[in-house]
Nanobody, 123 residues
Framework: QVQLVESGGDLVQAGGSLRLSCKAS????????MGWYRQAPGKQRELVAS???????DYVDSVKGRFTLSRDNAKNTVDLQMNSLKPEDTGVYYC?????????????????WGQGTQVTVSS
């Protein structure tokens, strides 16, 4: 099992910045990637940014150039620096830890989630 604890959500004006932090504990060695998802009211949860253990990073197009994901493997943390925030960035942000599936070990992929932290961007 992996436990994820998030912090950093807040109310901010458009154009402002926030930094979200997530600390992982438990079976850290089983994790293959970590990142952040968000869910806006009435919408499906979407990937915001993720980073594999090898450092490969993926961002949703709408945040490219504004958000930066960073991981500290020694501290088991993943942070999301959000700049130039827009009202459409409003939502609940969830930290995610992902374990790939394995044919060898006959298991499917596994996702772990934090409790979520609210980000509200006012216009």
């Amino acid at each position: 099992q992996v436990q994820l604890v998030e912090s950093g959500g807040d109310l901010v004006q458009a154009g402002g910045s926030l930094r979200l932090s997530c600390k992982a504990s438990g079976s850290i060695s089983s994790i293959d990637a970590m990142g952040w998802y968000r869910q806006a009211p009435g919408k499906q949860r979407e990937l915001v940014a993720s980073m594999t253990n090898g450092g490969s990073t993926d961002y949703v197009d709408s945040v490219k150039g504004r958000f930066t994901l960073s991981r500290d493997n020694a501290k088991n943390t993943v942070d999301l620096q959000m700049n130039s925030l827009k009202p459409e960035d409003t939502g609940v942000y969830y930290c995610n830890a992902h374990r790939y599936g394995s044919v060898t070990f006959r298991r499917g992929p596994q996702d772990y989630w934090g409790q979520g932290t609210q980000v509200t961007v006012s216009s």
